[in-house]
């Protein structure tokens, strides 16, 4: 399997097309696409990775075992919070995550009583 299969897999699993993807991440609309001839630079394969969480080895298909396969939902978590903090140092990452932790403790809590409202 290339590269570029991979990542049509990849985004096929989380519901999005290659487009979106690459958009999600900054990218132009058909960065994947020039993969198919071309090897990509280091840091936007490991950006990708990231962004799948798989490593840049699955990607390129030196080793087969991805990462812990995760829900979708907490897939999506883990993108969002990478995006959210991208220019972050580790302690304000740290910060970041303790308050978030906080917002979600406040939205599950909204959540129960919505719930029960039913």
Do not use: C, H
């Amino acid at each position: 399997m290339t590269l570029f299969d991979r990542l049509k897999e990849l985004s096929k699993k989380r519901g999005k097309n290659l487009k979106q993807v690459a958009l999600e991440l900054g990218y132009g609309e058909n960065l994947f696409y020039t993969w198919k001839k071309s090897t990509p630079n280091a840091d936007k394969l490991k950006e990708v990775a990231d962004y799948f969480n798989v490593t840049t080895d699955y990607l390129l298909g030196r080793d087969e075992s991805k990462k812990v396969e995760l829900e979708p939902e907490e897939d999506e978590l883990i993108v969002m919070f990478r995006k959210n903090t991208a220019d972050m140092n580790s302690e304000e990452k740290k910060e970041f995550n303790e308050s978030l932790d906080k917002l979600m403790s406040v939205a599950r809590d909204l959540f129960e009583r919505d719930k029960k409202k039913k």
